[in-house]
C-alpha cells in the first residue's frame, strides 16, 4: 500500500518483485553453477546423455513458452477491464503450467524408472536439486494464479487488479526465463 | 530522482500482436535451437551458438512480456545488477573447476 | 518511560507492524543473545585460560565456539543492524513506514523464533559443533551423526528468509518512499549503507541458503553432494560458503560505517567530508566484497592462478575503505569536537578498525596466509574489525540514537566509564592473539601443552575478556537508569542534520504529520535545507496501517516445518506447511488499514 505516491513513480509490489527476480537470479546462478561444476563427474551411471529426451523437452519448453503468452494476454484483459478475456487467459497460464509440470513428472519418473533416484549419484543430485527448485516455483505461481483466477470468478480481484496480476505475470515470465537458461544449459549441451 | 505522478509503466504498451509475434519468435528460436542440437556438424561450435541464441529469447522476454523496453530505468537496474553478479558467480565457479582450461584439471 | 508509542500489553508488541517498535523489539532480542553469545565467549576464555584445562571437555568447546560464532553473526550483529535500519530508514527519508510493514514484522518473528530454535539446541542432545562455517565433509553424518548439524542448517535457512525479506522491504523503502526533494545524493550515509546492505543480502544468502539445502540433503535424503566418494568436493561447500561469507562481512561492517558517517559529522560539528566518495567507496566495496571469497581458501590448493586473483582483488579492497578512513578523519580536522561518549565510540572504532585492517591486509597475500590461517592471528583479526569494528560503532550508534528512540538521555560519565572500560579490557582480550597466531597456536583447539609459550598471553586475554564481559554491565545500568530518570532528551540534543531530529523523541506514531519537503544534504544544517509542515492538528493525524497477527502466525508456519524436518516427522512438517499457507491467505484477504 503506497501511503503516499512513490519516488520513482512504479508501484512498491512492482519495485518489490523486480528486487525479488534479482535474487532469485543468485539462486539460480548457484544452482545452475554447481550443476555445472558437477557436470560429468558421476562415478556411477545413469548418465544425462542417456536419458534426456530432447523432443520430449522441446514440447514441455514450448507448452512453457506458450505459458508466458497467455500470461501477457491476461494482463492485456485486465487492463483493458476485459473480464472474460482475463478469467480464460488467467485460467490458459496455469493449465499450460500444470501441463508443464505433469511432462516434469513424466520426465522425473521415467528417470527413476531407469535408475537415477536422488541419491544415485552427482548428476542425480545436480539435476534434481536444479530443476526440482524450477518445478517448485512453477507450482508455487500455478497455485498463486490459479487463487487469482479464483478471486477475479467472484468478483474480488479489486481495484488494483492490473497491479497484481503484473506482478504475478513478472514471477511468472521469470520462471519461464529461467527455464529457458535450463533446457540450453542442461538438455542441449548435455 | 524527482517526485513523478507519472505511473510505473509508461502509457506505450505493445499490442496483443506484438505479443503473439514475440511468441512466434520464441517458438521459432526454440526451433532452431532443437535442429542445431541433432546437427552433428555444427557440435564444435554448438555453445555459442546455443548462448546467443537463449540469450535472445532471454531478452525478448524480459524487453516484451516483462515490459522492460517500456518501464523505468530503474527496474532495469534492478534486474541487469543481479543478473550480471550471478553470471560472474556461473563463470568464476567454471573457471575454479577447470571448465576453461584445457587438459586435466 | 510514559510515551505512547511503546504503551500497550503483550498483544499490542506482538501484532505490530510500527516500524519503531519492531525496532526496539529487535535491539532486545539482539541484547540477550549478546549475552548468551557473551558468556560462551567467556567459557572459552575460560577453558583457554590455562594449558590443559579441564574446565570444559572438548566436545562442549566444539559447541561453544561454534555457537559464538553463529550466535555473535546472525543472532547479534545482524538484528543489532536490523535494529537500527528499522528505526531510523523511514524516519531519515521522511517516511511513515517502510514499504511493506507487515513483511517487517514477519521477519523479525522468523528471526527470533529462529534464534530460538537454534538455542534449544543445548537442550537437545547438544549445540551444533562443527564451527559456524560447517565444513564439509566433517558435517557429514558420517562424522557429525545425531541432529546438532541439522539445528544448524534449519535455523540458518529461518534466518536468511528473515533478511531477505528485510532487505527486500528497505530497498523499496529506500528507492520508493522518499520525502519530496529527498535525491539519492542527498540521503544521510547511513541510509545509503542500509541500502548498500541490503543489496548485499539479497544477492549473497540465496548462494548459502542452496549450499544449505545440498548439506541437509546429503545428511537426509542420502544425496552425494559433498561426499568425495561418489565423486563429490568438500571445497564445493566452501566455495559456497564463502561466496555468502565475504559479502555478509561487508553487511556487518557498512551499517556501522554508516553510523559513523552520522556521529563523526554531527560530533565534529562539521559536514561530512567528501559525501560522495562515502558514497561511492560503499558501493564499491559491496560490489568488490563478491569478488574476494576464496582469500578464505588460500591454504586449500586452488593453484596459483586462482590465488592470484583473488590475492589481488582482496588487496584493491583495502583503497575505497582507506578512502573512508581519511574522510572521517578530514572531518574531523579542524571541527568543533563535542567530546560526548558517541564520539569516543567513533574514534575507538577508527583506531581498531584500522589495526583490523591492517592484519586483514597481511591475510590478502597467499604466502603470508599460509602462516597465519587457522591461527589466532586470524581470530585477532576478525575480532578488531567484526567487535572492535562493528560493535563500537554500534554502540556510538546506540549512545547517539537511544535518545530519540526513549526521549531521555543516557549518562555521559558511565557512558565513557563504559568505553574506556571496554576499549582497554578489548585490547587487553584480543591485541594478544596477534602473538598467538604469529607463534604458531592454532584456532579451534580446545586446550593446548604448556611450554610452548602460549601461557601468559591467554591467561592475560582472559582476564581482559572478564573486564569486557562486565563493561557491559555498565551500560545496561546506564539504559536503566536513564530509563527511569534520564533527563528529557527534546527533539535535537546532538545539534544533528538530518530529518529525524526534526520530530519529537520518541516520534509520533506517524512519524511525520505533514511530509517534508528536502532541499539540501544534512538538511537541518542548511539555510532552507528543509520545508517542515505543521504538527498540529490543522492536518488530519494520518492513517497508518492496523495491527496484524498474521506476520506471527506466518513466522510460526516454517519453524514448525523446520521442527518437524529436524525429528523427522512428516505430518509436523506438513502441519508447519499449512500454517504457512493458511497464513499467506490470510495475510492477503487482511487489508493493511482497518
Redesign the interface.
Known sequence: MDMHPTTTGVPNRKVLMWTFIGSECMLFGTLIASYLAYRGRSVVGPYPEELVNIPFITVTTFVLLMSSLAMVLALSAVQRGDRRGTIIWLAATAVLGLIFLGGQYLEFSHFVHEGLGLSRNLFSATFYLLTGTHGAHVLIGVIWLSSLLGMELRGNLGAEKAEIVEVAGLYWHFVDVVWIVLFTVIYLLV | MSHSGEHGHSGAHPSNRTYVLVALVLAVITGVEVMIFYLEALRPVIVPILLVLSTSKFILVASFFMHLKYDSRVLRGLFAGPLLMAAAIILALMALYGMFTAGVA | MSHSIYEGGLRSWITTVDHKRIGVMYFVAAGVFFFIGGVEALLIRLQLGSPESTLISSDLYSQLFTMHGTTMVFLVVMPLGSAFFNFLIPLQIG???V??PRLNAFSFWIFLFAGLFLNSSFLFGGAPDAGWFGYANLTSTQYSAGIRIDFWVLGLSLLGVSS?ASA?NF??TI????A?????MRMPPFTWMTLITS?LM??????I???L??LL?DRN?????FNP?????VL?WQ??FW?FGHPEVYILILPAFGVISEVIPTFSRKTLYGYPFIIYSGILIAFLG??VW?HHMFAVG?GPI?NSVFSAATMLIAIPTGVKIFNWIATMWGGRLRLDTPLYFAIGFITLFIIGGLSGVMHSSPPTDLQQTDTYFVVAHFHYVLFGGTVFALFAGLYYWIPKVTGRLLHEGLGKLHFWMMFISFNVTFFPMHYLGMHGMPRRTFTYLPGLGFDLMNLVSTAGSLVLGASMLVFVWNLMRSLRRGPPAGRNPWGAATLEWTLTSPPPHYNFRT?PEVRARDPLWREDGVELGPEDSTVPE?VM?SPSAWPIMLALGPVIAATGTLVSSLPMALAGLAVLVASI?GWAFQP??R
Request: glycine residues 10%; aromatic residues 14%; without cysteine.
Open positions: 517516511a511513515r513506514d514499504a511493506f531477505i527486500l530497498i523499496v528507492i520508493n518512499l522518499r519530496p526533494g529527498m535525491r539519492l543489496f539479497i544477492l549473497a544468502f540465496p548462494t541458503t542452496i549450499g539445502v545440498m540433503f535424503f542420502g544425496t552425494n553432494f566418494a561418489a565423486g563429490g568436493d564445493l566455495h559456497l561466496i563478491f569478488g576464496a586452488l586462482a511530509i494520518p496501517p491467505y493493511l488499514e
